[in-house]
């Protein structure tokens, strides 16, 4: 693993350029087939059409808040794909790709941007945990689970290990640090991969931090590595190499993915308060999704009915979470008791039984005024 | 006489005692750029560069501890915390040394600070966001614990908290920045700590509450009295010191209470007023003093669910009839 503390300039893993044309690096070298390749690109524009329809539908009211993943489509499809079923995956709230390739479905996501379900999916099933909110908290969470993991003696060639997804502002959070000591002392197999995407809301890397992210693992004691966030090969091929040094029990390692959030904050968030076009033009002509298209053409490994068959699947895809979304039963109002503890609870019981009779009062009351 | 909102009387008044004491400075996540996630700290930046309102790192506790350095060596930090939910990374540097530091350095230095914090559910905002959870700091001595209700008090108070020797927490509400009303032009009132208000004179029944459940019992007691119930509310304004004198001449006055807090009900500050009532007034107690509160779940993010959870007008509006009807005047 290369350690870069010494270097003046960043140096950044890129694997692919803008431009489509692929480049060798020494310490991750990547042998990936056409169809791997196609399918990486069926990845990348599939989940930018969910996550644009899940924009869309909050515009519309039909989600409470939506946090796109737009720009970010490479960090998260590179690493997603580098993890193997018996992986586990903690992510913040914008991980929208890592979920895909975890196998949990739109409709899954969006109940809970909808608010009809407090958790989408079971995170044993998946590989992937429930969304966090609180900043930085889930670092921690990762490295425990990490060292469970450790402690059940699930290390090895086959072994497990566990990704932790958060953004450049989390790591001004104490919890990051602690996470990052904790995992370093233990030698626990958690990869950090942090999305540093450029802004924290409105805030940018220079408000958080005097030295390029991937630089604070020197100093606790394991490996830190720049990619190109943009280049979903580059995120592939560290990520999978992450993840086997973690699986097999030599540590941490930290992945700082150099991207861009090209959107909003979050759907309550207007960016052009405080940040220039200029800045996003330049992101734009560093696509994620381009690139790749101009490598499987350059290359002849797709065809224009490849494309046009990712494009259709893409529609019916948004189509598809359009229509499940508005279909997504609305909850009952006694459903807030029913996750409070995982055992029954007489307190929560009588709590309930009140509600219910306080509820049934109105519709007495609505029956008595149509007599 | 100007009506304005509760933003714009805590901008107005930041701004003012900014310029009133060079020492007064502003530090929290997105307040400087972004003008603060509420905007209560619109154009403060442009006025006062960077010197005096600081954008800090996503680090609470960083920048709560930072704070207090600062106050003890004589400066006036004024703090946002984004929402009082994320003072709960900072709680150790506020309870365990804001609020000590003064005793426990035998009185060499105090803490001259403010955090200002907005509660509040009903944003939609999830569990982990929508919390009230006040009650923690008013727990403490050491600690002043300030809950305005209208653009008036919030200025009023805010003045007061700021020019206040000791840590304040100065609690705001998602769901007033946007409400309105007067503020005299050019007051100066500085209010005084510890001291609840009458804001609405009755003779049946008394209603309190503090920060936006003052206002809903103000809205309470304004459609009841279409009804014929005169209802007395009680905005607590202070929740540490607590001004039990007021709320207990109020309650020897009318014979009864109702308690409504957007709170969990068990070990809240309503149970803190109602023991207060129960010392104070026993005789006087007509009826039981009733509390209305949240539900006690973690706040569901789902409209229709986070509704659910919520004290609301009708169900403070049952609670007061249930109470009077019990005291044996039939209501509604
Ligand atoms: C403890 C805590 N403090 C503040 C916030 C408010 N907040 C939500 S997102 C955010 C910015 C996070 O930026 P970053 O870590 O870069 O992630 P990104 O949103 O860019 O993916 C902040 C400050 C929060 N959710 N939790
Ligand atoms: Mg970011």
Redesign the interface.
Known sequence: MSNNTAQKQPELVQLLTPEGELRRHPDYPIDISAEEMRGLYRDLVLVRRVDTEAVALQRQGELGLWASLLGQEAAQIGSGRALRPGDMAFPSYREHGVAWCRGIRPRQLLSMFRGVSNGGWDPHEYGFHLYSIVIASQTLHATGYAMGVQRDGALGADGTAVICYFGDGATSQGDTSEAFNFAAVNNAPVVFFCQNNQWAISEPPERQARVPLYRRAAGFGFPGVRIDGNDVLASLAVTRAALQHAREGQGPMLIEAFTYRMGAHTTNDDPSRYRVSAELEEWRSKDPIERVRTHLTNEGIADDAFFAEVDAEAESIGERVRRECRELPDPDPLDIFHEVYAEPNGHIDRQRADFADYLASFEDADAEGVR | MSVITYRQALRDTLRAEMHRDENVFLMG??IG??EG?YKITEGLLKEFGERRVR?????E??FVGAAIGAAMLGLRPVVEIMTI??SL?AIDQIINHAAKIYGMFGGQTSVPMVIRTPGGGGQ?L????SQNIELFYSFVPGLKVLAPSTPAEAAAMLRAAIRDDDPVLFLENLGLYNSKGEVPEGDETVAEIGRAAVTREGTDITLIGYSRMAMVAGQVAEALAAEGISVEVVDLRSLRPLDRQTIVESVCKTGSAVIAEDDWL?YGIGAEIAASIQEGAFDYLDAPVRRVAM????M??????ES??LPSV??IT?AVKETLNAVGRRVG
Do not use: M, R
């Open positions: 996540e997105e750029v972004f996630s954008d800090t790192p996503i680090a506790e960083g939910n994320f990374i939609q999830g569990a982990t966001h068990t539900a006690e779940v973690p569901p993010y789902a409209k229709p669910l659910a959870a009708e169900s049952t």
